[in-house]
């Protein structure tokens, strides 16, 4: 079966400082892999969007960046955080060219900015 | 413009009580409509998906509806439990995209003893 991890759960950073998080999954081949922004009491927001390595679409400008250095791994970052970027963080993955293309979530990454 | 909208934004019901919650799109094409269930600090589970041509869905205690013509679609919720205390989001597909779904900002449901 499929599963996919996320790191750290919680983090907190001090404004200006970088940011990394990691997301994989195990037990699929080639997957869509997306990050969303959750902040609090409101819906997700899609930041990034890959289909396949080296391949990542941006849905919105921001100082974030995504990675995807292999098939099963994506990567956000950012190289200084501003206080509006904390949220909660979700990586997902969907079957490509899936006609039913739900998406899989991940635990979540809770960032705060102070 | 593409968009989901969901009401009530909250709800408060006694466990073991119905409810519905209510979704209004203007997502076109459309695709297809699913409903998740997130609880609090994790990631959205799927409940139901619809497609243009279905009007209902069932998935244990959930029955999802929709509407095409409307554009509008329920999730209705049998025999609450404290379990079901969750925030019900509803996503729209677009046709021309496989990627990008279109995300309602929820309904925040509080199932209380």
């Known amino acids: 079966s499929q599963t996919i991890h996320q790191w750290p759960a919680t983090l907190v950073q001090p404004v200006g400082s970088p940011l990394s998080l990691e997301c994989t999954v195990e037990g699929t081949s080639n997957p869509n892999l997306y990050w969303y922004r959750q902040a609090a009491g409101r819906g997700l927001q899609l930041l990034f969007y890959s289909v396949g390595i080296g391949q990542i679409s941006s849905e919105v400008p921001q100082n974030l960046s995504a990675s995807r250095p292999q098939d099963r791994q994506f990567i956000l970052s950012s190289k200084k955080l501003l206080l509006s970027d904390s949220g909660f963080y979700l990586c997902a993955w969907s079957v490509r060219l899936a006609a039913d293309n739900e998406q899989f979530f991940g635990p979540g990454t809770r960032l705060t900015v102070l | 413009k593409n968009q989901v909208e969901q009401s009530p934004q909250s709800l408060i019901i006694l466990e073991g009580k119905n409810c519905t919650l209510q979704c209004n799109y203007t997502v076109s094409p459309f695709s297809n409509l699913r409903w998740y269930k997130q609880d609090t600090g994790r990631g959205p589970v799927s409940l139901t998906i619809?497609?243009?041509s279905e009007n209902t869905k069932s998935n244990g205690r959930y029955t999802a509806t929709l509407d095409a013509d409307t554009k509008q679609s329920s999730l209705h919720i049998t025999a609450s439990q404290l379990s079901d205390s969750a925030s019900y989001i509803c996503v729209v597909s677009h046709m021309d995209s496989n990627y990008q779904l279109i995300w309602g900002a929820g309904t925040k449901l509080i199932i209380k003893p």
């Open positions: 619809m497609t243009f």
